[in-house]
Structure formats: C-alpha cells, structure tokens
C-alpha cells in the first residue's frame, strides 16, 4: 500500500520540460543573455559563479541579458531545484584596437627592408594581418600578427618611388575587426642633382660672395657649402623639394686670402648625395691695398706760389697675384696761384672691393725774396676712408725746420705716413731756413703811423687846455678863479 501510495503521488506532480536556450559552455559573447522556456510555469534561478544573480517565479519564460564583467564565467541554471550547470561563459564587450605603430628608417631605398612596430590588444583574436601598401597602390603579401606586441620586418619592393602605407587588420572570436592604414617609409631611388649657375667664372670677395645655383630632389635635407681647402664649410638645411634655384650668401670673413673652388654638395633624406664644383672661381680678399701718394713738380718739400705741383697716386694689392687689379681715383687739385690750406685726396679700389683713401693737406706760402725770412712748411699726409668723415690712420704735420721736430697728433703713425706718403719723418732733413721772407714791413709802419698820430694829437689838445683856469682848477683841485654866476632878475629892483 505505502508504495502504491507514492507512486501514484509522483504521477500526480506534472513533470516540466524546459527548453535553455543560452548562454551555451565555452562560448564568447558581447553581452551574455540567460534565456529558456518552459511548458508550464515554474520557479528560474540563476546563479553566476555561484552567486544568486535572478530569480523568477511562476513564468513560463526566461530571457535576462546578465551583467558580467569581461572573462570566463560559470552559470548555473535552477529549475525547481533542479540544477544545470554550463562552464566557460565568457563576456567579451570590446573589439580588438591598434595602436603603437612605428617604422623605421622613414626613408628607404628599394630592396632595403622597414621594421614595423604596433601592439594589438584583444583578449580573444581570432586573426590579425599587416603588409606594405606601395606606392602604387598594390598590397603586398601579408604577414601574420598576434595580440600583444608585434615587430615586423618588411622589405621594400623595386618598382616606384614615393609615399608606401602600412595596413595592419585585427578579428576577435566574435567577428568585430579593426583596421589601420598609417602613412610608411617613403622610398626614393633617385640621387639628387645640383648645379652651380653663379659664380660661372672668377670672383673677388671679401668678407662674403653670393653663390646661385639649381637642385632636383624630392627629399632633400641638407645643402654644404664650402671653399676647397678653406677650414670652415657652410651647411643650409632645406625643405623644399622639386627644382629649386637659390642664392645664399656665404661669409668668407674668417677665410685666409686666396684663390679657392667653390663646392656645392646636395643630400637628400636617404644621404644620397651629389657634389658640383668649379675650380678657381672665388679669390677671398679680405685687405686693403696699398696706397702711395705725393705731390710731385717742386724742387723741396715746400710748396710756394705760383710753383707746378702734380699728386701722383700709385699702389699695389694683395690680390693681384691672383689676377686681381685696382683702380686709383685722385679728386682735387693743389692751387699754388695764391697763398692757401688745401686738400687732395687719392682713393684706390681693389677687385674686391677694398677701398683706401689718403689725403694730402698742403699749405701754399708766398713766393721767396732775397730780403725777408720764412717758416717753411711741409705737406701733411693722411690716410682715411672715402668719405673724409673718420679719423685718419696716419698723418705726417706741418713742421718748422728751425724747430727740429715734427709736431704730431693723437691719431699720428709717423712710421706709415712716411713711408706711404714719400716724405721722410727726420726733421734734421728737412730743407733749410730761406734767409728771406715774403716781406711784411709796410702794414706794421703805417699802424705806427697811425698810432703816433693819435698821441701827436691828444697831447696837443692836452696841452692847449691846460692853462684855463676852469680847467685848472679842475686838474689841481683848487677853486676857480673867476665863477659866472647867472639867476634870475630882480624885477623889484628895476622899479
């Protein structure tokens, strides 16, 4: 009885047929959803690593999304009390990314290979993929990659030159994919060219000269100028590619005088590089020429009225070993047809450039007779710029024969006023004292003249004037002798 009893209360408890629809084990979801059905309505628990997560009574249907983080989970699934457990749930709500992407060298020749760095991050790739687009458009043959980082050694192809772009692709398990296409090596197989245009034949600089020419490239980094031989080339960066023409100018200041080829050397981003040069082309001359100046046509050092006197302006210059010249330029003239100061300068012009002035004060004296006597005077010599506006470098005074030395100023160099201007610095030289002077007798005798008469005359009024007793009394301080009273009249008196 007691099992007949029991059986017959099994079959009246219905039995439930229930239909779970996910999450299944070992899969990979964005989002994991619990889900089931059921036939009649029942009690649905489910449990997450095995914490109580939801439960729902008397339904007949299931389907909650669980909040899970990303991972491996174990879901249990309860049904009146009843037990399902599925492993190996794992929640995946992030596509895969790409990021990190280097290469090495930037610029590249074919055949040379670019090493490419990235990092792929994703938890569950399923694949991922890098290759070299070129620069025309063609991918080349892929290369594998995995999660985490990745370096990749790539070799340039031959045909084209120009921009090449790197394509990397990443897949998680659950089909979303990533992709990046990012600017890569530039390959260039052309070596560039340069070319001097100007100077084209021999140039005179001092302290610069302007080099012109013309370069092809399409990278191009950097243009060397120099001087063969010189110590101190000059480097431009440069940016602009194509053909180019430009001009520069290069400071030859600290270069030693001399004849130099001038070389102009182009290197591109690869250091691909071509030279032009053009042999003896720059002289640097950075010195002044020489200057020798005087005046020629009378017979001593003194110049008198009325004498033919002819500055004559020569020089030399450092440059002219190399085929250099100058040009002299004399500008005033010496009037000996009066007594005057004067000025005549001399400025000479070298290849370069290069420009020295000398200038020669001269003072023309009265013309000699056989019975005065004169302070003779000498030509003065000074070396200054073009424009007479600074101070000279050297110059040679006026001098007195008698005195025995020169009379000099602060800016004086005796040693190169003699030796430039021709006139020598020993005052015991010098020509001697004339017995005679341009005579000045006849202005002193007539203001004597003059003189005497002033005093001829004051002491004759004086001396007329000094007997009058009005005066008299005046000079000696005593009362006059006769005083002329004059008042009014009376007129009482005449009544």
């Not at 889900?35 to 339904?59: K, Q, W, Y």
């Not at 981003?269 to 100046?293: A, E």
Request: glycine letters at 6%; charged letters at 15%; aromatic letters at 6%.
């Amino acid at each position: 009885m007691k099992w007949m009893f029991l059986a017959m209360l099994l079959l009246a408890v219905p039995l439930v047929n229930a239909d779970i629809i996910s999450p299944t084990a070992d899969s990979i979801q964005n989002n994991v959803t619990a889900s089931a059905n059921f036939t009649e309505s029942t009690i649905f628990e489910v449990f997450v690593d095995g914490a109580s997560a939801h439960v729902f009574t008397n339904t007949t249907q299931f389907n909650q999304m669980l909040s899970l983080s990303d991972g491996s989970h174990t879901i249990i699934i309860s049904i009146n009390g009843t037990n399902t457990t599925i492993n190996n749930v794992t929640q995946d709500s992030a596509a895969p990314s790409i990021s990190g992407i280097s290469f090495t060298p930037q610029y590249a020749k074919a055949g040379t290979q670019v090493n490419i760095s990235f990092t792929i991050t994703e938890a569950n790739l399923a694949s991922a993929t890098v290759a070299l687009e070129d620069v025309n458009g063609n991918l080349q043959v892929p290369s594998a990659a995995t999660a985490g980082s990745n370096s990749v050694s790539i070799t340039i192809p031959s045909a084209g030159t120009g921009q090449t772009y790197l394509n990397i692709t990443a897949t998680d398990s659950i089909g979303r994919a990533a992709s990046s296409k990012t600017l890569a090596a530039i390959i260039d197989n052309t070596i560039p060219t340069v070319s001097i245009v100007n100077p084209a034949s021999k140039i005179f600089a001092s302290g610069s000269f302007k080099a012109n020419y013309t370069y092809t490239e399409q990278n191009p980094d950097k243009i060397i100028i120099s001087l063969v031989g010189a110590s101190q080339p000059g480097t431009i960066s440069i940016t602009a590619n194509g053909t180019i023409t430009r001009e520069d100018t290069i400071s030859v200041s600290s270069i030693s005088d001399g004849i130099y080829a001038l070389n102009i050397t182009i290197i591109d981003k690869l250091g691909n590089s071509q030279s032009d040069i053009k042999s003896g082309v720059i002289v640097v001359d950075n010195s002044k020429p020489n200057v020798t100046f005087m005046l020629t046509g009378n017979t001593s050092s003194i110049i008198r009225v009325h004498e033919t006197v002819t500055p004559i302006c020569t020089g030399s210059d450092n440059a002219q070993q190399w085929g250099g010249s100058f040009t002299t330029n004399i500008s005033g003239t010496v009037d000996t047809s009066r007594t005057e100061l004067g000025s005549v300068f001399c400025t000479i012009t070298d290849s370069a450039g290069n420009k020295l002035t000398k200038e020669i004060q001269y003072d023309v004296l009265p013309a000699v007779n056989s019975t005065t006597s004169t302070n003779s005077t000498v030509i003065k010599t000074v070396t200054t710029t073009p424009s007479q506006s600074t101070a000279p470098d050297d110059i040679l005074h006026m001098v007195n024969p008698n005195s025995g030395k020169y009379e000099t100023s602060a800016t004086e160099s005796a040693e190169a006023s003699a030796s430039e201007s021709g006139v020598e610095s020993n005052a015991s030289e010098l020509p001697p004292a004339e017995d005679s002077a341009p005579s000045k007798t006849w202005p002193w005798i007539i203001t004597s003249i003059g003189i005497l008469a002033v005093i001829g005359i004051g002491g004759w009024i004086w001396y007329r004037k000094r007997d009058h007793p009005f005066t008299r009394g005046i000079k000696r301080n005593e009362p006059p002798e006769l005083v002329l009273n004059i008042r009014k009249p009376n007129m009482e008196e005449y009544k």
